[in-house]
């Protein structure tokens, strides 16, 4: 008899092999309904976390505020910014401050960050911040 990779989820298995880096078993795990708070925090705490992960998290139903913030902090990816941007968990001050890095940074996608931020606060009925 074979072994059915596809037709069996090993919920154990994929936990071991994402908190060893594996990206896809870390997708696997982050949009599973219920993860344990300390794998999760684990995956998150690992160096080089891959976009699709970044992704994943930002759009789990009971993402936090923290986990938003701590992926602003980190990650280099304007897709992944912009997916926090659009939270509406997202904290006005996370928003600007976001928005104030992306100014900093050379290249149109960043420039259009900041604009997308802009877009955000003034839909919050925010004024930016100079």
């Known amino acids: ?3 059915n990779r596809w037709g069996h ?3 154990a298995g994929s936990e071991k092999r994402a908190l060893a ?20 925090a684990a995956i ?19 993402v936090t505020v923290e986990q938003l913030e701590f ?3 980190r ?9 926090i941007i659009m939270n509406t968990m997202t904290p006005t001050e996370a928003i600007e401050a976001v928005r104030a890095n992306a100014l900093t940074l ?7 960050v900041a604009e997308h931020a802009d877009r955000v606060l003034a839909a919050r009925g925010q004024t930016r911040r100079e």
């Not at 880096?21 to 999760?40: E, F």
């Not at 976009?51 to 994943?56: F, G, N, S, Y």
């Not at 990650?75 to 997916?83: D, F, G, L, P, Y």
């Not at 050379?106 to 259009?112: A, D, P, V």
Request: proline share 5%.
């Open 44 to 62: 998150l705490n690992q160096p080089g976390l891959h976009e699709q992960v970044q992704l994943a998290v930002t759009e789990r139903r009971d």
């Open 106 to 112: 050379e290249g149109k996608i960043w420039s259009e």
């Open 9 to 11: 989820y090993d919920a």
């Open 1 to 3: 008899m074979s072994d």
């Open 75 to 83: 990650t280099e990816s304007a897709v992944v910014i912009n997916r």
């Open 71 to 73: 992926l602003a902090q």
């Open 21 to 40: 880096g594996d990206w896809r078993a870390q997708i696997a795990v982050i949009t599973r309904p219920s993860v344990d708070p300390a794998v999760l």
